[in-house]
């Protein structure tokens, strides 16, 4: 039987709990599983940890020793610790666990863009100045995206002004952490001094439709129930030659919300010919926590598990080339009918088949969302709602 995500999770934190407190020095540490749960769901959305959950079924992420996560594509070797010590209690990295969720939905990303590659505490400058990016896109070498985390809005909101404030300076100077003037520096400076290192190294040229010393910066966060993904974005331009990162001519001023997830906005850029299709995946991915994202590798296709006492099935699949399937077992038969009756008033219908269902049109023919893109809305907003808000299998 297939593991769901939110189950893969659980024994992982299991697993990471157990193993700090094996730890000789930190044996008699108080707290289990379910408290540092308890301490994650306080910050995040279940999306979150279902989302690395998800990483380790598809690969992404694995056990790196008693408490850490290894994140295999990587080039060099690096385990992040998902558990610390405070006051004589085991708590969560909570940091961490957003850095490594975003990680995935980038991995995602990437899936589906042709040598993009996705970088998790990436260096530009010389390893011994510590200037690591949080989350890295990038193609061919030349960096795109830059994403930095933040546990929440408050600390992404005081990153944002530092940034700001420093973009505006008459001069910047890239420094090396060993100069005493590093030390000086507050966060937002440091950021930009990770920026002027990568233009130092050529990591900027004209690519992909950015132009050169362009990328995009994001500051992500999470927000809670009020804003439960809060996502803040600035396109800027890069000058190593002049010590200067600004923003790019004829952008906003200031950090602009996201209408969209970075990972929609990035899919977009690099792959155009699915837009439709990723726009509405990664929608329905963070409005419903109890869907994951995965990719197709050999059709591009965009596929949205819910998990079932059965493991995790495909509630909705869209192909690369606009068909739009599910999954029986991911339905269960009050799903079905649920799922047939929404379909009906949208002038479809669900095809036949005990493995796939393809949805189709009232001429019989497979339903392809290029063709009909009004469809891809009511999913979001009627038919996917009529699925996930009441039994479900799975469905929380």
């Known amino acids: 039987m297939k593991k769901r995500a939110d189950q893969v999770f659980l024994e992982a934190l299991g697993r990471w709990v157990d193993g700090w407190k094996a730890r000789a ?6 707290g289990d599983r379910d408290s540092v749960l308890a301490m994650l769901q306080k910050t995040f959305t279940r999306d979150v940890m279902r989302r690395i959950g998800a990483g380790y079924i598809r690969g992404l992420l694995e056990d790196g020793g008693p408490h850490h996560v290894r994140l295999p594509k990587l080039a060099r070797d690096q385990a992040c610790s998902m558990v610390t010590n405070s006051g004589g209690e085991v708590i969560p990295c909570k940091e961490v666990f957003l850095q490594l ?23 530009f400058g010389d390893r011994r100045t510590g200037q690591a990016m949080d989350l890295t896109v990038e193609f ?3 960096l795109l995206a830059y994403v930095e985390v933040k546990t929440d809005v408050k600390a992404a909101t005081k990153l944002i002004e ?14 090396e952490k060993n100069e005493p003037a590093y ?17 130092e190294r050529g990591a900027l040229r004209a690519c992909n439709g950015f132009e050169e ?16 993904i809060f996502e803040r974005r600035m396109m800027v331009s890069i000058h190593p030659d002049t010590q200067l990162v600004r923003v790019r001519d004829g952008g906003e001023r200031d950090f602009m919300p996201l209408d969209e997830p970075v990972a929609i906005w990035l899919e977009k850029v690099l792959s155009r010919d699915v837009a439709v299709q990723a726009d509405l995946a990664w929608r329905l991915e963070r409005k419903f926590p109890q869907l994951w994202l995965g ?38 038969e009050g799903g079905k009918a649920r799922l047939a009756a929404e379909l009906l008033k949208s002038g479809l219908s669900l095809g036949d088949g ?19 893109p009004g469809v891809a809305n009511q999913i979001l907003e009627r038919i996917a709602p009529a699925l996930l808000l009441y039994d479900t299998p799975g469905a929380e």
């Open 213 to 228: 010393g362009e990328m995009l910066l994001v500051v992500r966060a999470c927000g809670g129930d009020a804003e439960p």
């Open 295 to 332: 990719r197709g590798t050999k059709d591009r296709s965009f596929n949205l598990y819910l998990g079932t006492e059965t493991g995790d099935h495909i509630l909705l699949g869209l192909m690369a080339d606009g068909r739009v399937y599910s999954e029986p077992a991911a339905l269960g």
């Open 101 to 123: 969720s975003e990680y995935v939905s980038l991995e995602t990303m990437a899936a589906g863009c042709e040598g993009v590659v996705i970088g998790f505490e990436r260096e």
């Open 25 to 30: 020095d930190y044996q008699h540490s108080t």
């Open 140 to 142: 061919d070498d030349r």
């Open 183 to 199: 030390r000086e520096l507050n966060d937002g400076e440091k950021k930009l001094n990770y920026l002027l290192a990568a233009g």
């Open 354 to 372: 005990d493995k796939w269902t393809y949805w189709r049109t009232e001429s019989g023919q497979p339903l392809r969302l290029d063709q009909e």
């Open 162 to 175: 530092q940034i700001t404030a420093a973009m505006k300076a008459p001069v910047q100077r890239r420094l």
